[in-house]
């Protein structure tokens, strides 16, 4: 099956392979949005999952943040297994699911943050973690850092070429950092590099992610047009991923990432959890789809039935 994200039901990426989505993802040319939330703390809607809510606006893709594979909680779904709450996501969304998992180094230049950010054992970018992951039905797995969690580049890479030698075949590997993670040698227009790039590429990833333009110091339109030329010479898929709040910012700034995005040439767009903490500012996930696709297929993505 061969199939734009654009035109893909839940059916569809019910029986999806690896290649089919990554596939997806490109044929889209710079239409897919991946929206991250997080299930641990009180979804929006009260009842209702971050994750659906998300998924109503037009994501097309939903990203798990701070979960926890030895303790898996999306909070707001139906009573669960939680061995199952993967798979219950993708049930009540009708959209493939992937989860971040935090490769941590020896040491950080900063100190962790609170609470919500600490990084527990299930949510390690072990290869115990990623088998766990890849059992309980998740189609991507993102290699990144939350706030002061340490996550090097070089962590990054080692993590990569083991997942991509025991788990590549079943489930697509995304990596890349939107902000420091707590490297503070690894801020601004160190987050990441060509050199980095070829590393991430050499090691196995799939898609390169990278800071969106203006949401990092000195991360501007021309240095990320660059960055994502070089990883589409390397074969690789892009994601430009706003990581800095700026999810929570007014619509007209998310419309003027966006566009600015669109014009790095990414293939995939990402949207933080931290307008409201937890989700984006829903009208924020809708402005931004809108701006990439047109109100065409965003009404499109949102009003397509699950049981198609």
């Avoid at 697509?172 to 707590?182: F, I, Q």
Wanted: aromatic residues 4%; contains cysteine.
């Amino acid at each position: 099956m061969q199939k734009r994200m654009l035109d893909c039901t839940a059916s569809d990426f019910e029986k999806m392979t690896k290649q089919e989505l990554l596939y997806a993802i490109g044929a889209a040319e710079g239409r897919t949005l991946a929206c991250e939330t997080i299930g641990t703390v009180s979804p929006l809607l009260s009842d209702i999952s971050n994750a659906e809510l998300a998924a109503a606006m037009g994501a097309d893709i939903v990203l798990l943040n701070i979960f926890d594979v030895d303790g898996p909680a999306v909070l707001g779904l139906p009573k669960t297994d939680p061995f199952e709450i993967v798979r219950e996501v993708k049930r009540l969304t009708g959209r493939p699911v992937g989860i971040n998992l935090e490769p941590v180094g020896q040491s950080a230049d900063l100190p962790k943050t609170d609470d919500v950010w600490a990084l527990t054992k299930g949510r390690s970018a072990t290869l115990e973690n990623a088998k766990k992951a890849a059992e309980m039905g998740v189609d991507f797995i993102l290699l990144t850092g939350n706030p002061g969690t340490g996550v090097s580049n070089q962590a990054i890479t080692e993590t990569l070429k083991l997942y991509h030698e025991n788990v590549g075949d079943k489930i697509a590997l995304a990596a890349g950092k939107m902000h420091a993670s707590g490297i503070l040698s690894e801020a601004a227009e160190h987050i990441i590099t060509k050199e980095d790039i070829k590393m991430f590429a050499d090691a196995g990833a799939d898609i390169l992610l990278l800071p969106a333009p203006g949401t990092v110091p000195g991360i501007t339109m021309e240095y990320v047009r660059g960055l994502v030329a070089y990883a589409h010479g390397l074969g690789k898929l892009t994601v430009t991923a706003i990581g800095t709040s700026q999810e929570g910012a007014d619509v007209d700034t998310i419309r003027r990432i966006a566009l600015m995005c669109k014009m790095t040439g990414t293939d995939m767009h990402h949207l933080g959890d931290s307008g409201y903490t937890g989700i984006a500012m829903p009208e924020n996930i809708m402005a931004y789809s809108t701006a990439i696709k047109g109100a065409r297929h965003t009404y499109r993505r949102m009003a397509m039935s699950i049981k198609r």
